[in-house]
């Protein structure tokens, strides 16, 4: 009976959960507890280090662009820089932040005159402590890099006529002005007083340009340029490389000596070119035509008539003369029989037939001072450098950066006539009958309706400019800038080709075209940031009776294949290809306008819509190329 008690009493109880729970809780408190205080002090820790890593970076950030001593000779970071380290670092990491203790920071130069940091703090355990966790000590690095990544920066820079010009002119009141103010003649310098890089023949030349009002574009122009470079100058690291270049353009560019320096073959007549001739629209000699006129004089011997007569010969200009003289022992003269000397004057002009010439141009490129075969006289001419592109397709409004003509790859590589550069000649140019014919044309003599392109006039009136010669990429100083900029021939005249500048431009930043060793990185560094700064003063302005970088567009018609209608359409459409094109290679677009708003084909050709500026004051222009200069420049953490 007993047993049966007990037995039951115990079934119930197995049976009975009441107090269960309590129990189970009891033994979970510990676990539990360990779990809360591992999620809340591991995420205390993150916040805390990632509150640290900021305030580290903050500090170095504020060390380095305090630096001032930059120099690799001096290891130990100087009391400004330190100090300000220290305050940026305090402010943003507070004593008792998140209970945690006092941060320590330490910032330091490094070896190549930058500035590290390491920071610590001790994070006291909450939950974690009732386990004896011991307070926890994070610590992290910094480093900060305050300097610019290797940049080249290719100005394009538009020196046409209306840069002489007012900011503030409108389009009217600029070419009254340059049609009105005539031009002024000065003599090209030499390469150590321009900065130039230029052919043999071209210091010592005579120039046009139109005089520059007091403040003009191209004053305001050249101030910008300078405080661009001190605004660059002011973010450079000791252990960073800007290099800079120049293209001066109107309706052609000055590159004849930096295409000579990559490779004389590159261009047609240069050594290793097997083309020695380029055609232009010019004029050979066809014969002379004679004309006579005869003179009787008196004489009294048969050897004094005999001394009148001499054998042909030709003056200076290209005249020649011959005279006879026929002894009459006996004629009539001023009443009476006497002896006479009739002298006859034969007088040979040349006969000119104008047409397309190929003329031999070998002599003319290596710098030597040729004989201008279209003059009859001993007349010579010298290359200024200036070029005419290489081939390309006429009348095309539309192009594939994947597929470009000859004259807008900036990355070919010149291999035959078709894909060389041609030297402009405008001594032997002529157009004739004032562009009125486009056959061939037969003239006595240097008849005025056939202007010779390369007389005063044309020059005068920027219907063929040849300016400053382009200035390959290279890293120069603040005096080399200021030479290049404020030299005699950075001057003002011809018409304004956007596409002829910015071919160039692109052509001497392309890392695989023919300046490809001017663009390279540095030893043991990454390729280099490329930056293109367009500047202009006007929208296209292209003319068919303008020789430059594609010939006489009226007879040549390399670019509207003769739909002269449509002619800026046709040189926008290349503008846009090539802005295109430098994009698609990586190269930073920034256009900037003076004088004018900023036209819809310059906002398109920037790399974005914030990179197309705009000005119509000269103090305007060097706040934004100052502006392009400090978003080129950039501050960044390294470690």
Partial sequence: MQRSRTSGFLMRLSRDRAGNTLAIMAAMVLPLIAFAGCAVDITRMYVVKSRLQQACDAGVLAGRRTMTDSSLANTTLDTNASTQAQAFFKNNFTTGWFGTGTPTFTPRKTSDA??????????????????????????????ANYDIADTDILFVLDTTGSMACLPSDSSSTCTNYVNAAGTTAYTRPSDSASGNDSVPGYAGTTGYYVPEKSGSRIAALRTAVLNFYDTMKANVDVSTHVRYGFVTYTSTVNAGEAIMNMSPSYMVGGAGNSTTSWTYQSRVQDGEAPSTSTTTVRVNSRSECESYASSKSYNSAGIGTSVTATYNPRAWYNLSFVPTCDVTTTTFTPRWVYKPVSLPVTGFVAGAAVRDPTKAGNVTSTWLGCVEERNTSPGVMSFSTSSLPEDLDPELLPSSVSTSWRPMWPEVTYARNNYGSTGEVTEVGDAGNHPNLGGESRSRS???????????????????????????????IGGTYHDTGMIWGTRMLSPKGIFAKDTQAWTGRQEPNRVIVFLTDGDMSPNTQVYGLYGMEHYDRRVTGGDFSSITTYHNARFLAECSKAKAMNIDVWTVAIGLAATSELQSCATTTAQSLSTTDGNGLATAFSTIAKQIASLRITQ
Wanted: proline share 5%.
């Fill in 462 to 492: 920027g219907f063929v400019s040849c300016g400053k010669p382009v200035r390959r990429l290279a890293e120069m100083s603040r005096d080399q800038v200021s030479t290049y900029v404020n030299a005699s021939d950075f001057r003002a």
């Fill in 114 to 143: 930058q500035v590290a940091g390491t920071a610590s703090v001790v994070v006291p355990m909450t939950l974690m402590t009732i386990f004896g966790k011991p307070s926890a000590t994070l610590n992290v690095t910094c480093q």
